[in-house]
């Protein structure tokens, strides 16, 4: 007997080939009937008998294809039968809830990859090439639903060829649709620097990236366009070419990318784990950082004094064509001046980066939103996410609970991200930047009006962080009154973001270790123990207050830090410390510094294991002045003995709530006297640390009967420091939860304001 049946599948389901799997699976069973995509997800309508349409919901649940990610199905069963005579793909319609998941960008698959470098292929060495399994999705998506018309592809007329592909339910680029091929699609073109088009006769068409491949082994700079944004490309083994983008970018320290061809040219440079092989290839090509071997050649400016390297294998067409045979690596860093965002648009980018590139390698495909380049590590055998952006972004992040209502997060100053919410999902944005600039808040603001139409999201809260003075902050007491406002402390979001990466609930020991985050007591907090969840932070111990000299210039001139730090330890009697640290003090102007502290202007108190961190940094002699955020703390790491386990002691009583930093400065000091290379320092500074952690937990378990202990911010980026605090927290018996999902440093922030607004909100306190 025939029945039909309704069924609607939600969740990562467009742009990712289902159409065409629903159409071979329902011919498989003899079934009949219509498949579209609407505004909700994909909608199927089958008929015959009902075990085959039993038989068929089974497989879509089980063997879904690789891109997608199924929320839900819901069907509507023994509807009267529609008399369909055969199986159709039809077209988009504009109904339903406008609630649609859009897919990621995604690496180049084996498939067209093989095309790509197949002489007989009619995409033959094409750059443009995709399928329904891979190429450009978010950074090229203008509306929903997802079709090429909403698409920048709408640019490209296909051809008869491409045509026919899209329209064959059985070709693997049916509905593929950004498919393109050289007769039709985007094409490559390649200026000078001073604008004008290298032409056939320097050049022919067909050659063009060999061409800018051997401008780059030339030591040329060439800026590249992406798929995300801009690249700015040089030749990572030459010393020249690496300080010549240095010193044109403006950049002086912060370590650049680099894309090599495969894993075997990333193992001449670094030690790669199993994990860390799996996870550079994966289909979302994330950099990631791994550990530097002593004989690496990649030129010393790639990533001065720090013993990691960032690395990507190609994720375009146009990547494995540039790096095609190529056995060294290449420097891929964020085409932009220092501190603005990555360049996506070729005009804007010709102007602002004529003055860094000597080429530019441009192609016609617009690039809708910028999406820099995702960064992850791994720690303890998983991935450890430290940039969340492109592969990633916006695909949503999946809640354990549900939100009451529509939430826009409006994130933090530095790394900012956004996050809007709704039902179960999260769409936590791609990395922003730091939000410092005109630039960057442009690209805040416009990606949060992106965000809103692709999810079809009005929030009617919210949530931003306690700093009067972040521009995030001042863009949510800007909007309309009409949505319910939250402000949420910038470590109580830390720790909930951390909670929520890891699906847990309920109280926790929460420990926020970062550069520096508004209090509720109007001081500079980042040393921080809570017993926290997601509704309460309760402050339960924190690193002792001290006076941060110059305010934002102690972050960028470590050294005041340590003259503080040393200050609190010695009395003003430190300047007689035989240490090379107190020689040049004066000169720096430490007179100054000091009568600034004692009348107590502009020197805001902070409680930063951050600051703490840069303190340490410069007493071990790093520069005294840093570059780039974290340098110092970096550094300090970079430098430790691995091999040295024992620390020096925080002193914390049983009763105060304040941790004095001054006993640990003192340990220091009197190592360093004591002859003790920089290294054991660094080393036994990094264990006290852990060592702290771990008292003031366990005393946080006494008292409370607490066992979970959640560990987020900046200063988490440090494995050696995320390592030992682990390891010495489950040794003790604790169950200890830290990032994956989202970053441990403020491009998580969004994401637990989220949740803190949410859970305010449900509680019927807001
Ligand atoms: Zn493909
Ligand atoms: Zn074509």
Redesign the pocket.
């Known amino acids: 007997m025939v029945t039909r049946s309704q069924i609607l599948v939600r969740g990562i389901v467009q742009g990712v080939g289902f159409r065409p799997f629903i159409y071979s699976q329902a011919n498989r069973r003899d079934l009949r009937g219509r498949v579209r995509n609407n505004t909700t997800g994909v909608l199927i309508e089958v008929e015959g008998n009902y075990s085959d349409i039993e038989q068929f919901i089974a497989d879509i649940r089980s063997n879904p294809p690789p891109l997608s990610l199924i929320e839900s199905i819901e069907c509507s069963h023994h509807l009267a039968p529609a008399d369909y005579a055969d199986f159709l793909i039809l077209e988009s319609a504009q109904q339903g809830e406008r609630f649609v998941p859009i897919s990621a960008d995604v690496s180049t698959c084996d498939a067209c990859l093989k095309e790509l470098f197949d002489a007989r292929d009619r995409r033959y060495q094409y750059p443009f090439i995709n399928c329904t399994n891979c190429g450009p999705r978010f950074t090229i998506v203008e509306d929903i639903p997802y079709d090429r018309a909403k698409t920048t592809m709408r640019d490209f007329e296909?051809?008869p060829?491409?045509r026919a592909e899209y329209e064959n339910p059985l070709d693997r680029r049916f509905h593929a649709e950004p498919t393109?091929?050289?007769?039709?699609?985007p094409q490559l073109y390649l200026l000078s620097a001073d604008g004008l088009e290298v032409g056939p006769d320097v050049v022919a068409p067909q050659d063009t990236v060999a061409f800018v491949q051997g401008l780059l082994l030339k030591g040329r700079i060439v800026a590249i366009k992406g798929v995300g944004g801009f690249h700015l490309a040089c030749d990572a083994l030459s010393p020249e070419a690496v300080e010549q983008l240095r010193r044109r970018k403006y950049r002086e320290d912060k370590p650049f990318a680099m894309m090599a061809n495969s894993v075997e040219v990333v193992e001449q440079h670094c030690f790669v784990s199993e994990a860390e092989r799996r996870l550079l290839l994966s289909e979302r090509r994330p950099i990631v950082l791994l550990e530097k071997r002593p004989d690496s050649e990649i030129a010393q400016a790639v990533a001065p004094r720090v013993n990691n390297l960032g690395f990507m294998l190609p994720y375009s067409p146009l990547h494995h064509l540039l790096l095609n045979n190529l056995d060294q690596p290449l420097v891929m860093t964020s085409g932009n001046m220092s501190n603005e965002p990555i360049s996506y648009d070729d005009g804007e980018a010709t102007r602002r980066l004529n003055k860094i590139a000597d080429y530019f390698l441009l192609h016609d495909r617009r690039i809708h939103m910028r999406t820099d380049d995702s960064v992850a590590r791994i720690h303890d055998g998983r991935e450890m996410i430290l940039r969340r952006s492109r592969g990633h972004a916006p695909e949503p992040i999946r809640m354990a609970f549900r939100f009451e209502r529509q939430v826009l997060a409006c994130g933090a100053e530095l790394k900012n991200t956004f996050c809007l919410a709704r039902d179960k999902y999260a769409f936590v944005s791609h990395h922003i930047g730091d939000l410092e600039n005109l630039e960057t808040l442009q690209s805040f603001t416009e990606g949060i009006d992106h965000f809103k139409r692709l999810f079809f999201l009005e929030p009617e809260v919210v949530a931003y962080d306690l700093h009067p003075e972040y521009l995030s902050t001042k863009y949510a007491l800007s909007l309309d009154d009409t949505a319910t406002k939250i402000a949420v402390q910038h470590h109580h979001a830390h720790i909930a973001s951390c909670m929520v990466d890891n699906q847990i609930d309920g109280e926790v020991i929460g420990v926020a270790m970062d550069g520096l985050g508004f209090g509720t007591d109007g001081r500079m907090w980042g040393g921080e123990f809570f017993v926290a969840d997601f509704l309460e932070a309760e402050r339960v111990a924190h690193l002792a207050y001290v006076p941060m000299p110059g305010g934002a210039k102690a972050i960028r001139e470590p050294w005041r830090m340590a003259a503080i730090y040393l200050q609190h330890a010695f009395g003003d009697e430190f300047v007689n410390l035989d240490l090379p640290f107190v020689k040049d003090l004066e000169q720096r102007g430490w007179p100054t510094l000091r009568s600034m502290v004692a009348t107590r202007s502009n020197s805001p108190e902070t409680s930063s294991m951050g600051r703490l961190f840069d303190a340490v940094s410069s007493l071990l002699g790093v520069k005294a002045e840093v570059n780039y955020e974290g340098q110092a703390a970096i550094e300090l790491e970079a430098m430790a003995d691995r091999n040295c386990a024992e620390g020096y002691e925080f002193q914390i009583s049983p009763t105060e709530n304040a941790i004095e930093g001054g006993p640990v400065i003192r340990d220091a000091v009197e190592d360093l006297l004591d002859g003790f290379p920089a290294a054991v320092v660094s080393a036994r500074f990094h264990s006290d640390v852990a060592n702290l952690i771990v008292s003031m937990a366990a005393k946080v378990r006494n008292d409370r009967k607490l066992n979970r202990v959640a560990l987020s911010g900046g200063v988490f980026q440090n494995m050696l420091l995320l390592g030992k605090t682990c390891e010495m927290l489950r040794r003790d018996g604790f169950q200890v939860f830290t990032h994956a999902r989202v970053p441990t440093n403020d491009g998580g922030i969004s994401l637990g304001q989220a949740a803190v607004a949410n859970a305010l909100i449900k509680s019927g306190r807001i």
């Open positions: 296909m051809c060829d491409c393109a091929c050289p007769v039709c699609g």
